[in-house]
């Protein structure tokens, strides 16, 4: 019998969040008829709960990539803490008698298998038309007009609330103007723009954390607003007039409110097959803007160096039902890795087929081989980045240091060329790790790599870096 590879490990990385892996190790006395499959690749059992009758709860490894869990009871957690409790059983060692698979299970996983099959077939399909595009109807085209129609229709209305903004002040913006405004941001919702809805909802955060009359981030807001205004109105003008017309060099249609499907992004050839990555820095943060919490990561694509960013959307409403994203210390294999149009850092998604395995220092090298060795070239190309009002503020990137010191009340590098670099820490973060990183790099750092944030602080001038990963034969997190 081949016993599935279930470790305690796995079980918190599939947990939603920390609160049900807790609660699922609570249950390990409450688990009983426990019950594997003769193959090795399903576990099953009851486990009691609140009302008087048990639940029953299944761990499903036919698909080791994409295993399923399933529970009669009525929490939207997946997997909820009946089936957590299952398997920290198993994964502690606890006696599973061999049994066969339920007549229900073999029911459902000959549905999940036509699934399967139906999304593989739409997939190659999809991959097919990178090379021969599929016309698009008459009808299809019409529908694509007519909703670029709609959305000028909302960027012109959110250039009037802009100047509306702009010829009262902000400092004129009291709680009762903000509600005014704030009602009819939410017209905006009506138009297919809602990457511009949020930004709008961005400036009223930062409003509320002005202090004195500091408002210089909030007059960054609105500037990227109005960049982004008069780039949505020319690009869709543009598309209006050739529906099939799509930017993608630009992050500009997921900034206007678009959200890409994976068969979408396979057509347009922003692909990579069969990739190889390894997670840099992880953090998570509130959005009061968007109303929802976000787990953000930066990972390298092992074959080109490549940095990308993952953001998984909880929220708040859903927060407690939408599995949160942890850091990874392992590397990431994937069939398909799915890139999104953007500048330095775009936003990559995988779907549920993907394995792991471990990092080992052969991977460590790897990384460290992309790092870069010049830093006034990098400086030159983030710069040249952050210009745009509609890139990112804070690009990461992986450099290689030659030295390190003190110079006055911040840390310095310099690479092999002499060229310097100020680590500090930056708005984006609430936490510090300068001070700390101090007592681990040494003034001869030749060698050391490490993934950094840049910033530019338009209110002190200061352009610099902040430390997320050190890399020397090992990978050290500071940011996870």
């Known amino acids: 019998m081949v016993r599935m590879n279930i470790t ?22 409450k688990v009983s008829g426990l019950r594997q499959s003769a193959d090795g690749t399903l576990i099953f059992g009851e486990c009691s709960g609140s009302g008087k009758n048990p639940y029953y709860c299944s761990a499903d490894y036919i698909d080791p990539a994409a295993p399923v869990f399933r529970c009669s009871c009525p929490s939207r957690q997946i997997p909820c803490k009946h089936v957590l409790g299952l398997m920290y059983a198993f994964a502690g060692g606890q006696p599973f008698a061999v049994a066969d698979v339920p007549e229900d299970i073999q029911s459902k996983r000959a549905k999940i298998e036509k699934r399967q099959e139906n999304q ?117 003008n543009a598309k209006k007039e050739n529906p099939e017309a799509i930017e993608l060099n630009s992050a500009i249609e997921e900034q206007i409110g678009y959200a890409w499907k994976l068969t979408e992004l396979l057509q347009h050839g922003l692909w990579e097959g069969n990739a190889e990555t390894v997670q840099l820095a992880f953090h998570s943060y509130d959005d009061p803007a968007r109303r929802e919490w976000v787990d953000e990561g930066y990972w390298m694509n092992l074959k080109s160096g490549r940095i990308y960013k993952t953001k998984n959307y909880r929220p708040y409403k859903a927060k407690n039902y939408v599995k949160a994203e942890n850091s990874f210390f392992d590397v990431l294999q ?67 240091v030659s030295k390190a010191y003190r110079a006055g009340n911040h840390i310095v590098v310099e690479d092999a060329q002499g060229n310097r670099l100020t680590l500090a820490e930056i708005p984006y973060f609430t936490d510090t790790v300068v001070p700390t990183l101090e007592t681990i790099l040494p003034p001869d750092a030749d060698g050391i790599c490490m993934a950094v944030m840049f910033d530019n602080d338009i209110q002190s001038g200061l352009f610099a870096a902040r430390p997320l990963s050190l890399f020397t034969d090992k990978i050290i997190r500071l940011l996870y």
């Open 120 to 236: 593989e077939k739409k997939t190659e399909e999809a991959k097919a038309t990178v090379a021969e595009p599929v016309k698009n109807t008459k009808a299809r085209l019409h529908s694509l007009s007519k909703k670029a129609a709609s959305q000028l229709d909302g960027v012109n209305l959110a250039d009037k609330l802009l100047k509306s903004i702009v010829q009262m002040g902000l400092s004129a913006i009291d709680a009762k103007t903000e509600r005014t405004l704030a009602d009819q941001v939410k017209q905006l919702g009506n138009y297919y723009i809602s990457g511009i809805q949020t930004a709008f909802n961005d400036l009223f955060e930062e409003l509320h954390q002005v202090q004195g009359e500091h408002y210089t981030r909030a007059i960054a807001r609105l500037n990227y607003i109005s960049a982004l205004l008069r780039k949505s109105r020319e690009y869709l």
């Open 334 to 400: 994937m069939k398909e890795l799915y890139i999104y149009p953007g500048d330095m850092n775009p936003r990559a998604r995988w779907n549920d087929a993907f394995s792991v395995r471990d990092i080992t220092a052969a991977d460590v090298e790897k990384v460290k081989s992309y790092a870069a060795g010049n830093f006034a070239e990098l400086v030159k190309t983030v710069k040249g980045s952050i210009k745009n009002p509609l890139n990112d503020k804070n690009p990461v990137a992986v450099i290689r």
């Open 8 to 29: 305690e490990k796995e079980v918190d990385l599939v947990a939603p969040n920390a609160d049900a892996a807790k609660n699922g190790r609570g249950l390990l006395k």
